[in-house]
């Protein structure tokens, strides 16, 4: 297991599925490359006590999204917030990024780097189930990627983000 400290976020993360290091040859440093810029959007992330991260596989993301949402099939991401609502477990299914990256035409680890920024956001409260909330979700994934040089997952060209966009954006959220 890896740790990232941080006054505010402390991220483990560790691999069930050792695919994961054969798909992406130096993960843990990629995953701490992907992490920084979280740690760094303070005004994003409610004082949070550990996030922690599994790499996994289909298999176990389907066992617990049946035990915990009912849902008797895999899906690429799950998160689950800590009752107190700071911090919690996310969790990645290796096929599931997989085939989406593939069906994409995306990269498999800029998939995953937006999947677990995707997760991070859900425990720090941010939701999809409305336009409005699905947009605002959408615009901070794609700002917490682009300071990792990652393309923007919701656009078919890569878009680059000016410096001077980034900070009115961040200012706007104060």
């Known amino acids: 297991m890896k740790h990232m400290n941080d006054p ?3 991220f483990s993360f560790s691999v069930e599925d050792q695919r994961w290091h054969r798909r992406i040859s130096h993960l843990n440093s990629f995953v701490i490359f992907i992490c920084r810029p979280i740690q760094r959007l303070e005004n ?5 006590e550990e996030i922690n991260v599994l790499f996994s596989n289909a298999r176990t993301v389907k066992k617990l999204n049946y035990r915990f ?6 899906t690429n991401v799950l998160s689950f917030p800590t009752p107190s609502g700071l911090g919690g477990d996310i969790i990645i299914s290796f096929e599931d990024v997989l085939r989406e990256s593939q069906q ?10 937006h999947l677990l920024v995707h997760g991070t956001l859900h425990l720090f409260g941010y939701d999809h189930h409305h336009p409005s909330e699905a947009a605002d979700m959408e ?36």
Do not use: D, Y
């Open 139 to 174: 615009r901070l994934e794609s700002l917490i990627l682009s300071f990792s040089k990652i393309s923007n997952p919701w656009q078919k060209t890569k878009i680059k983000v000016p410096s001077k966009v980034k900070n009115e954006f961040l200012c706007s959220l104060n």
């Open 104 to 113: 994409q035409q995306k990269s498999f680890s800029s998939h995953m780097a």
């Open 69 to 74: 949402r009912n849902k008797n099939k895999s």
């Open 8 to 10: 505010k976020i402390k």
């Open 44 to 48: 994003i992330s409610p004082k949070t």
